[in-house]
């Protein structure tokens, strides 16, 4: 079955604690892309890559890091979590080319205390 | 910065009624127009696209229709149901730099 799959779906942590979320895809699309999804803000990008290796800021970075070492993985990185983090996170991925839609992850709900 | 926005944050429906759901977009430069729906616990599912050299494009029981005008569009579902009830975002792709914008999205409650 062709999906984004995300790990964990919760996950509870604290101030500072370094986290990872994972991220893969079986479709074999070259575009990935982060969203934090938060109450009367909708979605909002973090970081998105276009390939293997090239990987660019979206609209909230400020805190995030991602990596691209593989086409299928889009790992988010929190190194210093902070409150103002506690959020639910999507990934999200789409094949290049013809504009087409994305598709979406579960979500991991990350509450940071 | 642009983005794209939804007129009405919750929607009424009642089942078996046609729902109408609005959306205003205000970048020029946009031409590629997504509708999403999203169910508690689930991430966005597609539901609908429409490119910017057309004007109406029709899937089960959905339709999406583009202003380009007055920089709006809408989602339009047939004989509403209850498992019609969802999170509904519209989202523009700027196809120059592969970006997506969404709007904060309108929930549609489905009344028996």
């Known amino acids: 079955e062709a999906q984004v799959t995300q790990n964990p779906r919760y996950l509870i942590t604290v101030t500072g604690k370094k986290l990872t979320v994972t991220c893969s895809q079986n479709?074999?699309?070259?575009?990935m892309s982060w969203y934090r999804q938060d109450p009367g803000l909708g979605l909002r990008q973090i970081y998105y890559?276009?390939?293997?290796?090239?990987?660019d800021k979206g609209d909230v970075p400020e805190g995030y890091k991602v990596s691209r070492k593989e086409k299928r993985n889009f790992p988010l990185i929190l190194e210093s979590p902070s409150p103002n983090q506690t959020s639910l996170y999507f990934c999200?991925?789409?094949?290049?080319?013809?504009?087409?839609?994305?598709?979406f992850g579960n979500g991991t709900r990350l509450t940071v205390t | 910065g642009e983005s794209v926005g939804l007129h009405l944050p919750t929607l009424s429906v009642q089942e078996g009624d046609n729902s109408i759901i609005n959306c205003a977009y205000s970048?020029?430069?946009?031409?590629?127009f997504i509708w999403y729906k999203q169910e508690s616990g689930k991430g966005p599912q597609f539901i609908i696209d429409?490119?910017?050299?057309?004007d109406k494009r029709q899937g089960q029981r959905v339709t999406v229709l583009l202003n380009k005008t007055v920089k709006h569009l809408s989602l339009q579902i047939a004989a509403t149901q209850p498992g019609d009830s969802a999170v509904y975002f519209c989202?523009?792709?700027?196809?120059?730099?592969?970006?997506?914008?969404f709007g904060a999205g309108t929930t549609v409650t489905v009344r028996a």
């Open positions: 970048n020029s430069a946009s031409d590629y």
């Open positions: 479709m074999n699309h070259e575009y």
């Open positions: 989202a523009d792709l700027r196809s120059n730099d592969y970006k997506l914008s």
């Open positions: 999200a991925s789409s094949p290049l080319g013809q504009p087409s839609p994305l598709h």
């Open positions: 890559s276009m390939n293997v290796e090239v990987t």
């Open positions: 429409i490119r910017s050299n057309m």
